[in-house]
C-alpha cells in the first residue's frame, strides 16, 4: 500500500521552530522528488519546499519561506524532514507531503507550483503558529 504519513506538526509560538517529518512506503521512494505543501484556512494549496532525486541535490523554496525552512531526504529512511525556523503566524496551515515522478533535472520551480501534478499524497499534519 503507497502511504505518505506526515509527523511534527503542533502549536509553537511566533519565532519558534518545529520540525516535519514524512515517512513514506509501498513505492521506491528514492525515484521521486520530494515536495511539501501547505493549506491555510480560505486559501489555495500552496508549495513550500521540494527535493531532487538521489544525486540530484537541488533544493527549491517559495519566496515566502526563502531562509528559514530547509528540506532534506534521507533515502535509506524513505523519509523526508522540513525544518522550519523563525516561524511566523502567517505559516499556520495543514503541511502535507507529497511524492512526484519526473524526468532527469526537473524544473524544481514548475513542480513546487504544480500540486495537480503530484503522484502521492500524504493526510497532512497541523502547524499552528500563536502570537
Known amino acids: 500500500e503507497v502511504q505518505l504519513v506526515e509527523s511534527g506538526g503542533g502549536l509553537v509560538q511566533a519565532g519558534g521552530s518545529l520540525r516535519l517529518s514524512c515517512v513514506a512506503s509501498?513505492?521506491?521512494?528514492?525515484?521521486?522528488?520530494m515536495v511539501w505543501f501547505r493549506q491555510a484556512p480560505g486559501k489555495e494549496r500552496e508549495g513550500v519546499a521540494c527535493?531532487?532525486?538521489?544525486?540530484?541535490?537541488?533544493?527549491h523554496y517559495a519566496d515566502s519561506v526563502k531562509g528559514r525552512f530547509i528540506i532534506s531526504r534521507d533515502d535509506a529512511k524513505r523519509s523526508v524532514d522540513l525544518q522550519m525556523n523563525n516561524l511566523k503566524p502567517e505559516d499556520t496551515a495543514v503541511y502535507y507531503c507529497a511524492a512526484v515522478l519526473t524526468g532527469r533535472e526537473p524544473n524544481l520551480t514548475a513542480v513546487v507550483a504544480s500540486p495537480n501534478s503530484m503522484d502521492r499524497w500524504g493526510a497532512g499534519t497541523l502547524v499552528t503558529v500563536s502570537t
Open positions: 509501498g513505492f521506491t521512494f528514492e525515484d521521486y522528488v
Open positions: 527535493i531532487g532525486v538521489r544525486d540530484d541535490g537541488r533544493t
